[in-house]
């Protein structure tokens, strides 16, 4: 049984395939895929796009989404084995996930880190329990990946820039009041590597650099199929000839759940907000944010306004992406 956890571990060849399916959705292509079928959609955290576009692709695909505010709605849930449940969780994932699989047919999952402890969050342990215990396909819908939006990247530019290969691949971080989730970035970083392009990461201070897991899944993708990856702090040098932009907030690593102490490092990245200025350095490149995003703090309105931002055709093509992720899936025998 295969679930989608993350793009890192499906080859180039099949995610393609889920891209070009995606696109004939894109282009009107119509499935009864989950036709007399269900998938749960449990949300940990908040949602809009992710919510909306699993609902929406789940019934066009002629099948039934149940949502679940799992914060809320469902018993708090224990997933570390072996632990006395004297707390406040009511139930374990090697119950919910095995009966949540006699109902439905897909169980999709979305739930942020906690930010207590690196060590043990970067391990992503709740969906890999529930992807341990239950009998149906796991689909991620963002833990410390965010697979169907990295996709929804993808997607966006191989129509604007057809073979992305070879292409020059900004990854910027950006201004934002917090520290955010790494998510996006550590997705962004292993789908423009896997698909052979030539990545800078621009980061206000090495403290920025992504987990080890993910730079050295990049290291390895794009010395498999070509492209780079170099990680910088020059403003200038990373935006210059650049074909895409893409713009992600993080927090950084080493100050992971104390984050007072990341403030000098922070302050450092004050003017990374993408400008009109900045993108004149580029080669005429389109820029994406996965949203939500914050105007004239991570980028300025007429950057964002322009004919180059693909914000919005992202964010369109997560129905598509997801749909083609759920025919592939419920496919399976």
Not at 68 to 94: C, I, S, Y
Not at 239 to 244: I, R, S
Not at 291 to 315: Q, T
């Amino acid at each position: 049984m295969r679930n989608f956890l993350s793009t890192a571990d499906w080859s180039r060849p099949e995610l393609q395939g889920v891209l070009d399916r995606a696109a004939a959705f894109k282009d009107g292509a119509t499935s009864r895929a989950l036709e007399g079928k269900s998938i749960a959609l449990l949300f940990f955290n908040p949602s809009l796009r992710t919510r909306s576009s699993f609902d929406i692709g789940a019934h066009q695909l002629g099948g039934h989404a149940i949502v679940l505010d799992a914060k809320g709605q469902t018993w708090p849930m224990e997933f570390t084995d072996g632990t006395v449940m004297d707390g406040t969780a009511e139930e374990h994932v090697r119950e919910s996930a095995r009966v949540l699989s006699q109902y439905v047919d897909l169980i999709a999952i979305r739930c942020f880190p906690d930010f207590v402890d690196w060590k043990v969050e970067r391990e992503d342990p709740l969906i890999t329990a529930f992807a341990a215990h239950a009998t149906v396909p796991v689909i991620n819908m963002e833990t410390i990946v965010h697979p169907c939006q990295e996709l929804a990247l993808m997607l966006a530019m191989q129509s604007r820039l057809g073979d992305v290969a070879g292409k020059e691949f900004l990854l910027t971080w950006v201004p934002h009041p917090k520290p955010l989730n790494t998510a996006v970035a550590n997705s962004a970083l292993l789908i423009a590597s896997k698909f052979g392009m030539n990545i800078r990461m621009l980061i206000p201070d090495d403290v920025y650099r992504l987990d080890e897991r993910y730079m050295g899944a990049a290291e390895n993708f794009v010395a498999e199929g070509g492209g780079s990856l170099k990680v910088t702090t020059d403003v200038k040098a990373a935006y210059d000839g650049a074909d895409a932009v893409y713009a992600k907030s993080w927090g950084a690593l080493p100050f992971f759940g104390q984050w007072d102490g990341e403030a000098p490092s922070r302050a450092k990245g004050a003017d990374f907000m993408i400008t009109p200025e900045k993108m004149a350095m580029t080669n005429n490149a389109v820029i994406s944010h996965c949203l939500p995003m914050r105007r004239n703090v991570k980028i300025a309105d007429a950057v964002v306004d322009s004919p180059a931002f693909m914000g919005i055709e992202e964010a369109g093509n997560r129905l598509h992406v997801q749909k083609a992720i759920m025919e592939n899936l419920a496919g399976q025998a």
